[in-house]
Every structure is written in C-alpha cells, then in structure tokens.
C-alpha cells in the first residue's frame, strides 16, 4: 500500500541525514538537520530523484544547479535528494561532468525513512517518486509536486510558484514575477 503524500499545510518532516556538499576530499560530507535548517529563516525547496547513476536525474539536477543563483536571490535553500548513500552521490558528482559544481547539498537517505514519511517512496522498487516540495521559512510545506520516474520536472514552474507564494497574495494562471497579482 503507497503511503500518502503530505501535502499544503503539512509540517515537514524532522530530519537529520548525512549530505554530500563538495568532491574535495575531507570535505565532503555534512550532517544536515531539519532544526537547523529551518532556523535560518529561509524558503526551502527540496527536490527528489529516483536513483543516482541514471539518465533523466542528471539533467534535473544541473538544471536546478543552474538557477541556483535564482533561488539565492528568494532567500531559498536548495536541497537535493534520493535514497542512494553519501557514498553513491560523491562517486556520481566525481564522475559526472555536469554534477561536478554543485551548489547544493545531495541529502542521502539511505533509511528511506524521510521518503518514506513524506509518502513519495515508490512501492515496488522503494526509491523515491520525482518530488518537488516548496517548504515557508516556519517548515510548512507550501507546494508539492510529484512526477512519475521516467518524466523530468520543470525547474522554471519551480521558481515561478515559489515567487508566488512569496508575494503572499492572489496570483492568476500563468502569473509570472513582476506582474500585477489580483484584488479581491
């Protein structure tokens, strides 16, 4: 039986999992913690891939890689994540040209246990679905999206829905940054 994924207005889940932050040796592990992370006072978004050493992941995650300094500039931690070990992610970024720079952390949780609270834990292979959690600065998840494991995400809708949730006001279709919200 699938789990049920959490939603808007869910709290997001407490975590502490080890992360891979840089391919330079000594320094590529962190522990990084939900506590910490939403003390800072920051949006999170938290992006998960199915499995590292794959074809569809990889250019999701340079994509992200790309507009990181887009999120920067939304006070937004970025956050990468799947159920390979810190192990896995480091030999991936080694290995992987367009892995090599990233800006962000590869969360590992190798338990599954996070995957498997926030209900986006594939039933039969047991890796996680490609979920998208946009998370407010007081750790409430603001926005999911989940895709199938063969269908890639829109990185540009990513940023379009957190620009507005962070205008905190009425927002039309296709409303992009910028542009007048609406009066109710």
Request: hydrophobic share 40%; with cysteine; proline share 3%.
């Amino acid at each position: 039986m699938q789990n049920r994924i959490l939603s808007i207005g869910n709290k997001f889940p407490d975590f502490t999992k080890q992360a891979v932050i840089s391919t330079e040796q000594g320094k590529e592990f962190f522990e990084l913690s939900s506590t910490e992370q939403f003390k800072t006072g920051n949006w999170t978004v938290m992006f998960w891939w199915p499995k590292d050493f794959t074809f569809v992941c990889p250019t999701e995650i340079a994509e992200f890689n790309k507009h990181f300094g887009d999120f920067a500039d939304r006070d937004t931690t970025l956050i990468g994540a799947s159920t390979d070990s810190e192990f896995v992610h480091l030999a991936w970024r080694q290995n992987h040209a367009d892995l090599k720079e990233l800006r962000f952390p590869m969360l590992a949780d190798t338990s599954k246990s996070l995957a498997e609270e926030l209900g986006i834990l594939e039933a039969n292979e047991k890796v996680a679905y490609r979920a998208t959690f946009i998370i407010d600065p007081q750790g409430i998840i603001r926005w999911v999206s989940v895709n199938d494991l063969n269908v890639g995400r829109n990185v540009n809708e990513v940023i379009r829905v957190l620009d507005a949730l962070q205008t905190d006001e009425l927002c039309p279709c296709n409303w992009q940054k910028g542009e007048k919200t609406l009066s109710a």
